[in-house]
């Protein structure tokens, strides 16, 4: 469970799982601080953050040698189709492998957790207390 509490500073938020603690905010323009990630933000660093775990897992479990795992990812609103998400990504994955192996851990690395997430339909329910 994550608590977002409020802190002095307007729209500067601190995020606990009751054992670790980070930040949010939004830019100056917007009224906050701009010393945080932007809650869109945090959300596209945790899908960015779970693929590139995935990628060292297959490439792991694979015993594929790489050196290094780099995902850049962003998002914007479709432009096609309302209320849609659209999320883009670019894997580097940099070793000794074929494209070959390149592209099936990459495709793998799809099925990620957050990815998953992302895909499934969503209900936002309030409860009253945990």
């Known amino acids: 469970m994550i608590t977002s509490t409020s802190t002095d500073e307007n729209y500067v938020i601190e995020l606990s799982d009751g054992t670790h603690i980070s930040h949010a905010d939004v830019p100056e323009e917007s009224g906050g601080q701009n010393k945080y990630q932007r809650p869109g933000d945090i959300l596209t660093s945790s899908f960015a953050a779970c693929m590139n775990m995935t990628t060292q897992r297959i490439l792991q479990d694979r015993n594929l ?30 070793g000794d ?24 339909k969503k209900v936002l329910t309030e409860i009253a207390q945990w």
């Open 97 to 120: 492998l074929t494209e070959q192996e390149k592209e099936e851990v990459k495709a793998e690395a799809k099925k990620c957790t957050v990815c998953q997430y992302l895909q499934a």
């Open 65 to 94: 040698p790489y050196s290094k795992v780099t995902i850049e990812a962003d998002f914007k609103w479709s432009e096609t189709e309302d209320n849609r998400l659209d999320f883009y990504y670019i894997v580097d994955i940099q």
